[in-house]
């Protein structure tokens, strides 16, 4: 009984020492953009059907001074097709001709797309994104 609760009192001086948590461990880290480490979602999340099924959701993140455009595609799009293009922006509704913060890729398995971090904290966006031709937008945050 002597070696359990000395084995014991070790592992929770291990514990304390090494900052490691035996109970109730954080879940990992969620995604950032990139040069961003803290990112909070403004507006609504927008899912993309495909084929009748929730294939993606279209988000926008505010953070570091700038707006993001966020895609993730859900596992059960990912595993019925080989591969997929992937397409975001932000659009700032006082210059609706322009597209900011834009990325693509093409042909890919990536289950997320970040777009580059868009200079319009100050004006009224929305994010959109493209799962290959199906498209959709958040709401718009002023």
């Known amino acids: ?6 084995t014991g009192s070790i592992v ?6 090494t900052g490691l948590s035996l109970v109730n461990a954080p879940s990992a880290a969620a995604s950032t953009p990139s040069g961003c480490g803290s990112v909070s979602q403004i507006g609504s999340t927008r899912v993309l059907t495909v084929g009748g099924m929730n294939a993606a959701s279209v ?13 993730y595609v859900w596992q059960q799009f990912r595993n019925t097709r080989a591969d997929w293009d992937l397409y975001v922006y932000i659009v700032n509704h006082s210059d609706s001709g322009n597209d900011y913060g834009e990325a693509r890729v093409d042909n ?3 289950s997320e ?12 966006t929305h994010a959109t994104g493209f799962l290959d031709n199906t498209g959709g937008s958040t709401s718009t945050v002023c």
């Open 1 to 6: 009984m002597r070696l359990i609760a000395r």
């Open 108 to 110: 890919t398995r990536r």
């Open 59 to 71: 988000k926008q993140y505010a953070g570091c001074g700038r707006n993001y455009a966020y895609l």
């Open 12 to 17: 929770c001086a291990l514990v304390a020492l």
């Open 113 to 124: 797309l970040w777009g580059p971090g868009a200079d319009t904290t100050a004006y009224c």
